[in-house]
Nanobody, 122 residues
């Protein structure tokens, strides 16, 4: 079993930065991902990272602005978000995939956190 707890969300002005954290317990040697869901929209892929940290993938909408990283000693995955835009406003979810490959579809992730709200004001 894997339990995931996100933190670090909040309200920020456009152009600002936030760092989300996802603390994992249980088996953690999995690919980890971040997804987000805005009101009335489908949940969408944001970024993912392999267990070793050597492989990453980003949605086109966040490339160059967001960075995913992990500290396996702390069982924690991070999402550094810079140059935030109002369209980044969403609930951000951390997820763990039972695989060592990187996937961008939410159905490949078997464990999910409760989500953390990110609101970017214009």
């Amino acid at each position: 079993q894997v339990m995931l707890v996100e933190s670090g969300g909040g309200l920020v002005q456009a152009g600002g930065s936030l760092r989300l954290s996802c603390a994992a317990s249980g088996r953690t040697s999995y690919t980890m991902g971040w997804f987000r869901q805005a009101p009335a929209k489908e949940r969408e892929f944001v970024a993912a990272i392999t267990w070793s940290g050597s492989g990453t993938n980003y949605a086109d909408s966040v490339k160059g602005r967001f960075t995913i990283s992990r500290d396996n000693a702390k069982n924690t995955v991070y999402l550094e978000m810079n140059k935030l835009k109002p369209e980044d406003t969403a609930v951000y979810y951390c997820a763990a995939a039972l695989t060592f490959a990187i996937y961008t579809d939410s159905s490949s992730y078997g464990y999910w956190g409760q989500g953390t709200q990110v609101t970017v004001s214009s």
